[in-house]
């Protein structure tokens, strides 16, 4: 009976080590308040006090109170 060693698999490549930024947990926060933005700018679009927001301070992105603390993730459905 001979011995064979087992077969290795491919080594992956050799990385870098991630930047913090890169890392899965920051690019799912990241992805999170990306849907949010997303999902705030579409109700925003449709808000009375955002599009007042938006005439008043003449910034095309501008947010209500209200929606500029939902996309900061401080309030609504997407805080937990
Ligand atoms: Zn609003």
Redesign the pocket.
Known sequence: MSYRPPRQPPKPPNRAPLEPSERGDARLQAALAQARAADTYA??AT????TR?RAASGDPEA??E??LAVALGMRGGWAR
């Open positions: 109700a925003a808000c009375e006090a955002c927001e947010l209500c209200d929606h």
